[in-house]
């Protein structure tokens, strides 16, 4: 009997864990005061890694999804994470209009990348594709962002009576007489319900992925243009780059352009470049810069989009700003004094000489 009590209450105590529910936070391995960036991104990796379609035969590859699904559903919901935070899952689904309920936070989320659309049925008319530009800036192409786009889409919705639908021409022969007929066209179509275009309004939630490039699309498959007899075209969003008034890309690589005073291209110095995500990049000289001049720092440029612990290089480019005004007949001697360049001969040329 006396063994019996701790028992029990270690039945209980595992009890309540489970009444509790799942935890949401680790599911989508994030902590609990955790953005709801963070909370985007950790759910749009995982969706990617545990989609079922990518696990088939596996027997809890639904569950894991599902599961994603619901944490995701929880804490990118304000009120709902609110909630959770207090009184666990338990307590979400108790709020009503169904915690866990039902709809799949996946399907409006992040659009097509497993590239689904690829087993269309031809036959099947669609509507048209709706392309749109998404300007964004270098900022978040380097560290990733999303981008909220709301909506307004046109689609039918079933109305009262009937509409001719499904029409084709077909060809009639009719006999004339002998040997004579005449040939044919008439239009046939079959009597479908009647539809009426109605506005409906949506969130979309459009991933900047990091390092993503100008002209990438992100696809949301039937989500462009109704077709009265077919499925709808797709939403398609393009990433356009804005221009940044500090560094240019070429692929994975950033230039940027730095003009120190003529002494310190004599003597060295050192600086700092504020990079894309605010993290400051050291650069230390200790010869003479030339104008021109061109240094590369290593894993400094963007996330490559592929495998993004990659980067590119970051190539800083050097001009010289030189001193206005005039040189006294002393200073001059000094400068003579110093540089010793009696001896060095203007050059002429054409074009670029290199250093
Ligand atoms: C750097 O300077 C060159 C030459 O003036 C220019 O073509 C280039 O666009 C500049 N790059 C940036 C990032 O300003």
Known sequence: MRLLAPLLLGLAVLAEVAVAGRDFYKILGVPRNANANQIK????????????????????????FQD???AYETLSD??????????????????????????DPFSSFFGDFFGGGGERDERIPRGADVVVDLWVSLEELYSGHFVEVKRKKAVYKAASGTRQCNCRHEMRTEQMGMGRFQMYQVKVCDECPNVKLAQEARTLEVEVESGAHDGDEQVFVGEGEPHVDGEPGDLKFRIRTQ?????????????????????????????????????????????????????????????????????????????????????????????????????????????YRPN
């Open 78 to 103: 304000k009120e709902k994470r609110a909630v959770y935070d207090r009184a666990g899952e338990e307590g979400v689904n108790k709020m009503g209009n169904g915690g866990g309920g039902g709809h």
């Open 68 to 70: 994603l699904g619901a």
């Open 41 to 64: 991104k950790a759910y749009r990796k995982l969706a990617k890694e545990l989609h079922p379609d990518k696990h088939q035969g596996e027997d809890d590859a639904n569950e894991k």
């Open 243 to 351: 221009k940044h008034p500090r560094f240019e890309r070429k692929g994975d690589d950033l230039y940027t352009n730095v003009t120190v005073s003529l002494q310190d291209a004599l003597v060295g110095f050192s600086m700092e470049i504020d990079h894309l995500d605010g993290h400051k990049v050291q650069i230390v000289r200790e010869k003479v810069t030339w104008p021109g001049a061109r240094i590369k720092k290593k894993d400094e440029g963007m996330p490559s989009k592929v495998d993004s612990n990659t980067k590119g290089s970051l190539f800083i480019t050097f001009d010289i700003q030189f001193p206005k005004g005039e040189i006294s007949q002393i200073q001059m001697d000094a400068i003579m004094e110093i540089l010793q360049q009696q001896d060095v001969n203007p050059v002429i040329y054409n074009g």
